[in-house]
């Protein structure tokens, strides 16, 4: 994840380089770095440098790296024509690298020719059964064909092998919410809490799915996990403190305010509310009346 103070030199740097201000390598290098997304600009300022020899050559080996970033920054763009120029440059350099067979496959599946794509990541799967790029690449090219049933399949496969994946885990749990297989979502979100205790996105699309699912025993964990999140992220996350409020209503009525554990439910409720109110009325005041409104009627309710 790019921290704030990374997003703000990369952005400084990149407007420097699109004034004219140089440092075109360092955004290159920056971008690669951080694993950001900046295709258009990857592929502009990587030409300026490729298209200029005495630039180019005093690259030395990182040329050959600023080939291949050229190269999938002109997948994404549909560039296709530079991408298979760069692929080829680099084929002819390293003529048995794996590394480059994995591009050439990427460029199969730019041209939408999903069966040589398949093939060639078979292929080199058969040769590196731990390619972990190669693994997301089949998970994507299913995806983008709509074959969703299988990018799960290629998914829960993947997890066998690279449990400590977190991105993975947290890409089926979407597509399961998607599919609104709350269930099973409710599992990967399990597993990226267990690893990664303090994420507070995690606690909050796990609460989000138990109450989704419903039932008294969903609901009351589903406030523990909103609560959770208030408490990691100190009390301003107002998705969470409106999850407070709804999970208590929702048990509420299905307890009939019987048990002690649904009236101290209730305290809390009351006091999300007012840390809601306050939080409106500094942040957005004109939507207050709808705020106060929307917690009546889930007072009223209860």
């Known amino acids: 994840m790019v921290t704030k103070t990374e997003e703000t030199q990369l952005n400084r740097l990149e407007n420097q380089v699109d004034n004219g201000g140089g ?45 291949e970033q050229v190269a999938v920054a002109a997948m994404d763009c549909q560039c296709l024509d530079v991408a298979k120029d760069c692929t080829k440059v680099l084929r002819k350099r390293f003529p048995d690298s794996k590394r480059v067979g994995r591009l050439e496959a990427m460029l199969f599946e730019a041209k939408g020719s999903w069966d040589l794509a398949e093939k060639a990541y078979a292929s080199l799967l058969e040769d590196n059964p731990l390619d972990q790029v190669i693994h997301k690449r089949r998970v994507a090219m299913a995806k ?29 749990a979407e597509i399961y919410v998607s599919l609104q297989m709350y269930k099973q979502a409710a599992f990967c979100y399990e597993e990226l809490i267990l690893s990664q205790p303090t994420v507070p996105l995690y606690h909050l699309a796990y609460a989000d799915v138990l109450y989704t699912l419903g039932g008294l025993e969903n609901l ?70 709808q705020l106060t409104t929307a917690l009546k009627s889930l007072t009223l309710s209860s």
């Open 144 to 172: 983008a064909q709509g074959n969703i049933s299988v990018a799960i399949d290629w998914l829960n496969k993947y997890l066998e092998t690279f449990m400590a994946d977190h991105d993975a885990w947290r890409e089926l």
């Open 23 to 67: 440092g075109a390598w360092d955004y290159l290098c920056l971008v690669r770095k951080l694993k950001v997304r900046r295709s258009q600009k990857v592929l502009k300022h990587g030409l300026s440098i490729l298209n200029d020899p005495k630039q180019r050559s005093s690259l030395g080996a990182d040329e050959w790296t600023l080939y």
């Open 220 to 289: 009351q964990t589903a406030k523990k996990y909103y609560a959770s999140t208030i408490d990691l992220t100190g009390g301003k996350n107002t998705r969470a403190l409106f999850g407070i409020c709804l999970c208590a209503s929702a048990i509420t009525q299905l307890t009939k305010g019987k048990s002690k554990e649904e009236k101290e439910g209730s305290q809390l409720q009351s006091l999300a509310a007012k840390v809601l109110e306050k939080d409106y009325k500094q942040r957005a005041p004109d939507k207050l009346p």
